[in-house]
T-cell receptor, first 112, second 119 residues
């Protein structure tokens, strides 16, 4: 059974800091990995999708890496801003299914 | 292109009642999945539909059911509501028809959710 873990559960940083969020998964036979952002009481916003054959994806100040063999992904946020404050979730999909298995998320607070 | 829409956005029901939630996927998307989000359990997969067929089902009791219509819109139904069914219900759609192997193949997009409160 696939399990996804995100560390830390919460993170508070000053504005402008670069930071890394971690995601690990127990079964490396994944189809892809997706990072989401969730604002309080809202739905999920897709940030980055990494296919199993890829090593990283970049979008603006965000960079996500994937190491399938070690079962790890990281989300790097450069020059953090207060607007980045949200809960960040990673999720994996295994072959033959659209089912996303989620971690519990990292709650990020960026202080002005 | 319009995103995933869910109706209603908020619902208040009492124990024992039933409820139907609706999800309209992004135009052209044929796969719709449903998730339940609670503070204690996080996001849990309910079921997935593709071309009107349920392809996967999560570990939820039979009180939770769903269906998908020919236009890809989906509904989920919860019968005999319990207090523990209070949650944010999210639906997601994906294309499953994009360029296989392309960078955004099978990217999933979520709606704003329906907040269900059971009293």
């Amino acid at each position: 059974k696939q399990e996804v873990t995100q560390i830390p559960a919460a993170l508070s940083v000053p504005e402008g800091e670069n930071l890394v969020l971690n995601c690990s998964f127990t079964d490396s036979a994944i189809y892809n990995l997706q990072w989401f952002r969730q604002d309080p009481g809202k739905g999920l916003t897709s940030l980055l999708l990494i296919q199993s054959s890829q090593r990283e994806q970049t979008s603006g100040r965000l960079n996500a890496s994937l190491d399938k063999s070690s079962g790890r992904s990281t989300l790097y946020i450069a020059a953090s801003q207060p607007g980045d404050s949200a809960t960040y979730l990673c999720a994996v999909v295994q072959g033959g299914s659209e089912k996303l298995v989620f971690g519990k998320g990292t709650k990020l607070t960026v202080n002005p | 292109k319009a995103g995933v829409t869910q109706t209603p956005r908020y619902l208040i029901k009492t124990r024992g009642q039933q409820v139907t939630l609706s999800c309209s996927p992004i135009s052209g998307h044929r796969s719709v999945s449903w998730y339940q989000q609670t503070p204690g359990q996080g996001l849990q997969f309910l079921f997935e539909y593709f071309s009107e067929t349920q392809r996967n089902k999560g570990n939820f009791p039979g009180r939770f059911s769903g269906r998908q219509f020919s236009n890809s819109r989906s509904e989920m139904n919860v019968s005999t509501l319990e207090l523990g069914d209070s949650a944010l219900y999210l639906c997601a759609s994906s294309s499953m028809g994009g360029l296989a192997g392309g960078p955004r193949y099978n990217e999933q997009f979520f709606g704003p959710g329906t907040r269900l409160t059971v009293l």
